[in-house]
Every structure is written in structure tokens, then in C-alpha cells.
């Protein structure tokens, strides 16, 4: 499994929905976690590992390591087919930063809180209400599954300062 960087166009794809029941999005969530705390990172969407499917996973809680390395996921979970079903009223500031955008954090706005709708690992339905870093991660994470990155989430004026700031950190 690879992560690929802006621009690859792969993160400009809208991704297919999961088909409920489909086996192979099991295996495709244990790499995908494990790729996302190789990372460093609280979530990861399909498109950034090449898989242009609705599938995200997060854990914004995990402590990172033990006394032996190991990391320590405390609350890994998996989001099929994620939906903003309810938001705040009012956005607020945001600077996040993505695996796919390296050595780069970029201002956007953000739902104040969310709620999300979506399948779990074993297809059950779930819903996730979230602020603070839980709330701004699945909303980050969607905006992939939409071929959206934080370049094209930025207002115009952020934007172009993130592209330079991405362009000249990584020597393109
Ligand atoms: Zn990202």
C-alpha cells in the first residue's frame, strides 16, 4: 500500500459507493489503518491508497506509542459510505494538514460539529456525532471521497498560498 500526493489525479476522483456486504473492504480498512499510523496520521480516505471507494477510517484518540514502539490505537473506526446528515450552523477556522500533502497545513473552515451517517466494518449502521478534531477529521476524510483535498477546499486567496508553500517544499 502507497501513499499517493497531491497532484496525483487519483485524489481528484468522486469515489464509487461500497457495495454492501463486499468482503474485501475488511482487508482494505486493517491497511489502511496501518498505513494511517505508519503516518502519523488520524484518518485516511480510499483515494489516497489508490482505492477510489467510499471507505475512510479514523482514530483521532490514539496515544502514539508504548515503551517498545508499538502504537497504541484507541479508538480505530471505519466509515463506509459516510454522509454529512446534520451540521452546525455556524463554521469555524480549521489548519489542517494531510498525508497526501506533505509538509504542508493549509487554513480552511469547517462544520463547528457534524453528524455522520454510515456503514461500520461489519455493514451495521452507525452514526457519529462529532466536533473539535473527531468532527473536522470526518469531514476531511469525506472531502476526499469527494476528490476534494484542502488545496481545493481553501478559499482562493489560502489556496494559492498553500500550492507555493507545497510547490517550493516539494521542489516542483
Ligand atoms: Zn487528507
Known amino acids: 500500500m502507497r501513499v499517493y500526493t497531491f497532484p496525483d489525479p487519483v485524489l481528484h ?41 467510499r471507505i475512510v477510517v479514523i482514530d483521532t484518540d490514539y496515544v502514539t506509542e508504548d515503551e517498545d514502539g508499538n502504537l ?24 489542517e494538514g494531510c498525508i497526501s500533502l506533505p509538509g504542508l497545513s493549509v487554513d480552511v473552515k469547517r462544520w463547528e460539529w457534524v453528524k455522520v451517517k454510515c456503514l461500520d466494518a461489519d455493514y451495521n449502521e452507525v452514526e457519529h456525532v462529532g466536533d473539535g478534531l473527531f468532527g473536522v477529521c470526518m469531514q476531511h476524510e469525506i472531502d476526499h471521497l469527494d ?7 481553501a478559499d482562493p486567496i489560502a489556496r494559492l498560498k498553500a500550492l507555493r508553500e507545497y510547490q517550493s517544499a516539494n521542489g516542483q
Do not use: F, W
Open 72 to 95: 497504541l490505537p484507541s479508538r480505530s473506526l471505519v466509515l463506509i459510505n459516510p454522509e454529512i446528515v446534520d451540521h452546525s450552523e455556524e463554521q469555524i477556522p480549521s489548519k
Open 13 to 53: 476522483e468522486i469515489c464509487e459507493p461500497v457495495e454492501v456486504g463486499d468482503k474485501a473492504m475488511a482487508r482494505h480498512a486493517k491497511s489502511m489503518l496501518k498505513q494511517m499510523y505508519k503516518s502519523d496520521g488520524v484518518g485516511l480516505a480510499g483515494p489516497q491508497v489508490g482505492l477510489l471507494k
Open 147 to 153: 476528490g476534494m483535498t484542502l488545496i481545493e477546499r
